[in-house]
């Protein structure tokens, strides 16, 4: 945050000075609001982007937009949820997923990380009721979901000098795991001694009866019933898919492991730069966070000094 000084401090928390969430909405108001942000803003999904001989056409919801240079700022879209959760969805089973616009406050949660430990406790204090908290293994305390020392600027370059099928091992082991910062560990770990939360160390496996309307859930040496599940599970690993994936294919734009290889300067080809969880190979295990943004947005050509 770069704001004033001593009167925002209030705003920060915690060891790590971490901005409240009002103060990082107020922040983030600010900024569109300083940059005139809204003003150049299409409401709409893009669908495709096609190569024409002088220019990009990017085509949405009714609208067509000819561009010079497209900057794929996409992120992270879909929930991840397992195979088993997706059927009985399928099925019509109360299954929900955290991140969905209206999860219900369902007593038995997955999950291992932050989001997941979160959500049990605002169940709890919402409903009063005990939570069940499956978890796959103990809980990970950190404070940072990856290493603080790849946020240094500095590490970028020891990023692009790994191999690429590296850089990938490095991504599959590191990231998408599931932490928990230690204060919320600490409440977690009262709120299991008070009761409120029942912590179970087991993915259980999980039956729908709709004649009941009831998910049977079936752990080690025991089996209880639960009216809804909610997936605190994360987000999918972001790969081209889609129309995306078409324009990569129809421009031969170049792809690894259904990852963009972007140039120094985040360019993929055609006058079409990416940022966000598709610049990984480029920027490393932070390209999805903000202050992947932030690089991302370093390495950017300036568009004074873009050929017209
Ligand atoms: C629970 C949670 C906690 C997080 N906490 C932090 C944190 O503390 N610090 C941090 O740095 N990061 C955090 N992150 C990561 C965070 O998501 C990113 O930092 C930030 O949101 C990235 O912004 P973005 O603009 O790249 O992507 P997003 O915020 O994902 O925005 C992508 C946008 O693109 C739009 N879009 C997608 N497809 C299309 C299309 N076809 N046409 C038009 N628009 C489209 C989407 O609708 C969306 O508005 C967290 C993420 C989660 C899920």
New binding site residues.
């Given amino acids: 945050m770069h704001r004033g000084e001593n009167a925002d401090v209030a705003d920060l928390a915690g060891m790590f000075r971490r901005p409240r969430h009002e103060a990082f909405l107020r922040h983030s108001r600010e900024l569109v609001a300083e940059h005139g942000l809204g003003e150049g803003l299409i409401a709409g999904?893009?669908?495709s982007i096609r190569t024409e001989r002088t220019h990009l056409l990017v085509q949405?919801e009714g609208v067509e937009v000819a561009a010079r240079r497209v900057l794929i700022?996409?992120?992270?879209?879909a929930h991840r949820v397992p195979p088993w959760a997706r059927r009985l969805q399928g099925e019509g089973a109360p299954i929900h997923h955290a991140?969905g616009p209206s999860a219900p406050l369902d007593h038995d949660i997955l999950g291992g990380g932050i989001?997941a430990v979160q959500r049990a406790l605002l169940v709890h204090r919402a409903t009063g009721r005990t939570v069940r908290l499956w978890m796959r293994q103990p809980v990970r305390v950190a404070d940072f979901d990856i290493d603080r020392s790849w946020g240094k600027h500095r590490f970028v370059g020891r990023w692009t000098e790994m191999q690429v099928p590296d850089r990938l091992d490095f991504l599959r082991r590191h990231t998408g795991r599931g932490t928990v910062p230690s204060g919320l560990a600490s409440r977690l770990a009262r709120a299991v001694r008070r009761g409120s939360i029942e912590l179970e160390h087991e993915v259980p496996s999980v039956e729908w009866d709709p004649s009941r309307e009831r998910l049977l859930l079936r752990g080690e040496g025991r089996a209880v019933e639960s009216s809804g599940v909610t997936l605190a599970t994360g987000?999918q690993r972001e790969t081209l898919s889609g129309w995306l994936r078409s324009f990569a294919e129809s421009s031969g734009l170049p792809v690894i492991n259904g990852v963009p290889r972007l140039e120094r300067d985040m360019h993929w080809g055609r006058g079409v730069y990416v940022?966000?969880p598709l610049a990984r190979l480029r920027l490393g295990p932070m390209a999805?966070?903000?202050?992947g943004?932030r690089w991302a947005t370093s390495k950017l050509p300036s568009v004074r000094m873009l050929p017209v």
């Fill in positions: 999904r893009v669908h949405g700022a996409t992120g992270s879209n991140f989001s987000l940022c966000g999805s966070n903000i202050v943004a």
